[in-house]
Nanobody
Framework: VQPVESGGGSVQAGGSPRLPCSYYGYVYSIYCMGWFRQAPGKEREGVAAIVAGGASTYYADSVKGRFTISQDDTKNMLYLQMNSLEPEDTAMYSC????????????????????WGRGTQVTVSS
């Protein structure tokens, strides 16, 4: 499966952009999809994950209550709605997919995701 992110760009603090991610290929066995980000000089971190079909979602504490992950299986689309953005949210955002179980295993563990998009930059200015 190949994820492809779009959206991103520059946004003012407090803004509410939505990042889309389309995915192609063998999508029927996807167990979980997630959004990850990497800020300059920092390690990549998990932001949000969703079990295929939307039964369960998971969030990093830093974005809980501000970001919402969602999925449209009919269009093979994944979304990240970001609200109340802060300059600290500036990062390269990537979406990823995994065929392995993410309910009993950590859903935001980066190493568990095998299929990655190239990422899209989000820059938040104060």
């Amino acid at each position: 499966v190949q994820p492809v992110e779009s959206g991103g760009g520059s946004v003012q603090a407090g803004g509410s952009p939505r990042l889309p991610c389309s995915y192609y290929g063998y999508v029927y066995s996807i167990y979980c999809m997630g959004w990850f980000r990497q800020a300059p000089g920092k390690e990549r971190e998990g932001v949000a994950a969703i079990v295929a079909g939307g039964a369960s979602t998971y969030y990093a504490d830093s974005v809980k209550g501000r970001f919402t992950i969602s999925q449209d299986d009919t269009k093979n689309m994944l979304y990240l709605q970001m609200n109340s953005l802060e300059p600290e949210d500036t990062a390269m955002y990537s979406c990823a997919a995994r065929y392995s179980d993410c309910v009993s295993a950590s859903p935001l563990t980066i190493s568990e995701y095998a299929y990655w998009g190239r990422g899209t930059q989000v820059t938040v200015s104060s």
